[in-house]
């Protein structure tokens, strides 16, 4: 049971518009979503949260919204830049989740292309 | 030291033997969390400690899969009679405890391989 779905595996951008990368989640008792970034051989590496009393989060390029009524969640960055190439993890943590358990989707491969 | 640390950071091994791996956690975090990632696949959680509590290994896949932890430090995930399907990449993650606000930080692995 995939409670956290990354439906697009891959993604495709050009240096300087904007990624989009989505996610969605099954279980309405999550209260707590993360974005974690990866490169290959390294660990994932915290990128943005936000709590679900918010919609929105902003740190700098990145911005994570949150539509609560349709499980869904976005990151977004801009403008996208060639280091921003990773793997991107979207997480999920909340009560049924077991204390401070984290459950991730399966990751979207982002490629930003000069 | 400053991050989470991981060792050894490949492993290969026989199928049928058993393999250990170590996790050094951030200094002071209370809750230490171990995940596997397989290829093409998500993280998958396995077991998470806190404090003193008794851990959460809901996530082991089966009774060959054990951890320890020693209070607030260091961490060991013991694999018995390996089976080519437990090839993984296997993370080990600290978190300070309370909220999630910042996540955990994950070490960078140990790649084991089952031949």
């Known amino acids: 049971d995939q409670q956290v779905k990354q439906n697009s595996p891959s993604l495709s951008v050009q240096e300087g518009r904007i990624s989009i990368l989505n996610c969605d989640y099954t279980?309405?008792?999550?209260?707590?979503f993360l974005w974690y970034k990866k490169y290959p051989a390294e660990g994932p590496t915290f990128l943005i949260s936000?709590?679900?009393?918010?919609d929105k989060n902003e740190d700098g390029r990145f911005t994570v919204f949150l539509n609560k009524s349709a499980k869904h969640l976005s990151l977004h960055i801009v403008p996208s830049q060639p280091g921003d190439s990773a793997v991107y993890f979207c997480?999920?943590?909340?009560?049924?989740?077991?204390?401070?358990?984290?459950?991730f989707g399966t990751g979207t491969q982002l490629k930003v292309e000069l | 030291g400053a991050g989470v640390s991981q060792s050894p950071s490949n492993k290969v091994t026989e199928k049928g033997k058993d393999v250990e791996l170590r996790c050094d956690p951030i200094?002071?975090?209370?809750?230490l969390y171990w995940y596997r990632q397989r290829l093409g696949q998500g993280l998958e959680f396995l077991i998470y400690?806190?404090?003193?509590?008794?851990?959460?290994k809901s996530g082991l896949p089966s009774d060959r899969f054990s951890a320890e932890r020693t209070g607030e430090s260091v961490s060991t995930l013991t694999i018995q009679r390996t089976q080519q399907e437990d090839s993984a990449v296997y993370l080990c993650?600290?978190?300070?405890?309370?909220?999630?606000?910042?996540?955990?930080?994950f070490g960078s692995g140990t790649r084991l391989t089952v031949v």
């Open positions: 993650a600290s978190s300070p405890g309370g909220g999630m606000h910042y996540g955990y930080t």
């Open positions: 279980n309405s008792m999550f209260d707590y």
């Open positions: 936000i709590s679900s009393i918010k």
């Open positions: 997480a999920a943590s909340g009560v049924t989740g077991g204390g401070n358990k984290l459950t």
């Open positions: 200094s002071g975090h209370t809750a």
């Open positions: 400690f806190q404090g003193n509590s008794a851990p959460d």
